[in-house]
T-cell receptor, first 109, second 113 residues
Framework: LAKTTQPISMDSYEGQEVNITCSHN???????ITWYQQFPSQGPRFIIQ???TKVTNEVASLFIPADRKSSTLSLPRVSLSDTAVYYC??????????FGQGTELSVKP | EADIYQTPRYLVIGTGKKITLECSQT?????MYWYQQDPGMELHLIHY???????EKGDLSSESTVSRIRTEHFPLTLESARPSHTSQYLC????????????FGDGTRLSIL
């Protein structure tokens, strides 16, 4: 199972674009890259998933370079409500998700 | 929005009590999971199920047990609660293939006195 490394915390201001990068050097050919968001006292919420190049939905974009050894979650024009922990997950071990420590994003006014 | 429900949201109970945490989903998902999460820490998988009558232990050792008699229902039971069981318990479900994202409930925050 590919191990992921992401920053423990990040700070930003309202209206800025935030990019959170995740490293996954030993990603397997069949692995997808998935990002979740978690607010305090809630379960994680799926944000976006990709395999290669770029994926965009209504809340975020996911950039994956050709070698797939890293990925970047991009949140456009963040607001205070985007303050949360963001998890990057790669692949599955027998159908099980393995969560790391995630990145705690703090958005300030 | 995903339809997965956990009850109760909060439970404070004394040591030695038998506890059942409920989890139900209305999406017809075959796969269901239980995670344990302490404040500020990552999620740890404690149980999972790939379908009716299928249950497996996860990566984190847990004294809890689970059952899967119906597709939509995946309860977790602690036969005799202890203070070390104090934590947040999160239930999730997903469709059959491994690349499908998991949908989480809002969790049960359990405190054992």
């Amino acid at each position: 199972l590919a191990k992921t490394t992401q920053p423990i915390s990040m700070d930003s201001y309202e209206g800025q674009e935030v990019n959170i990068t995740c490293s996954h050097n030993n990603i397997a050919t069949n692995d997808y890259i998935t990002w979740y968001q978690q607010f305090p006292s809630q379960g994680p919420r799926f944000i976006i998933q990709g395999y290669k190049t770029k994926v965009t939905n209504e809340v975020a974009s996911l950039f994956i370079p050709a070698d797939r050894k890293s990925s970047t979650l991009s949140l456009p024009r963040v607001s205070l409500s985007d303050t949360a922990v963001y998890y990057c997950l790669v692949g599955y071990e027998g159908g099980k998700l393995i969560f790391g420590q995630g990145t705690e994003l703090s958005v300030k006014p | 929005e995903a339809d997965i429900y956990q009850t109760p949201r909060y439970l404070v109970i004394g040591t030695g009590k038998k506890i059942t945490l409920e989890c139900s989903q209305t999406m017809g998902h075959d796969k269901m999971y239980w995670y344990q999460q302490d404040p500020g820490m990552e999620l740890h998988l404690i149980h999972y199920s790939y379908g009716v009558n299928s249950t497996e232990k996860g990566d984190l050792s847990s004294e809890s047990t689970v059952s899967r008699i119906r597709t939509e229902h995946f309860p977790l039971t602690l036969e005799s609660a202890r203070p070390s069981h104090t934590s947040q318990y999160l239930c999730a479900s997903s469709e059959g293939t491994d690349d499908q994202p998991q949908h989480f409930g809002d969790g049960t925050r359990l405190s054992i006195l």
